[in-house]
């Protein structure tokens, strides 16, 4: 049973034209994720370097530091809800630490792609991963994957780069 299919003018049928609005709305909606989620990236790390310059004027810093993210994480989880326990705020001050350039932060990446990224340790490790992540457009799962497969070790360590490389991209 074949469905007929209309056309209205010139060959145009309501299916072609149903489907530049459908890409229209699904291409504003991804650019409207997008911006959301790098506002929230750059909140983030907003309130990562008022942590961090709030500890570093006090005292006892350790202690003052561990007050002021349980305080925080009691108010603004009251407030906003879920997504502000201890552990992600003391990811926001680490966010800060690592990436302590806003202007640098990529629009490419989430706050999951950076939360996985503060778990490398090395500098030029975290840089490779960062660059990888934006060139493949990696997602969370596939940088999660490269990071505990430590790729960046590997491509180190190996005399064949290009072939470590083409092998990670294999198993994608």
Known sequence: MTKKVKKIKNGVTVENIYFKVKDVLDTARATAYKAVNFAMV??????????????????????????IINELSKRLTQDFGKGFDK???????????????????????TW??????????????????????????WSTRELERQINSLLFERLALSKDKKGVLKLAKKDM
């Open 42 to 67: 750059q909140a983030y790390w907003n309130i990562g370097m008022i942590i961090v310059e709030e500890e570093q004027t006090g005292k006892k810093r350790a202690e003052y530091g561990k007050y």
């Open 87 to 109: 552990s992600n705020i003391w990811n926001m001050r680490q966010f800060y630490i690592c990436f302590p350039i806003l202007d640098a932060l990529r629009r490419e990446l």
């Open 112 to 137: 999951t792609h950076y939360r996985l990224l503060l778990r490398v340790q090395r500098q030029d490790a975290r840089d490779f991963y960062t660059i990888e992540t934006i060139n493949n457009n």
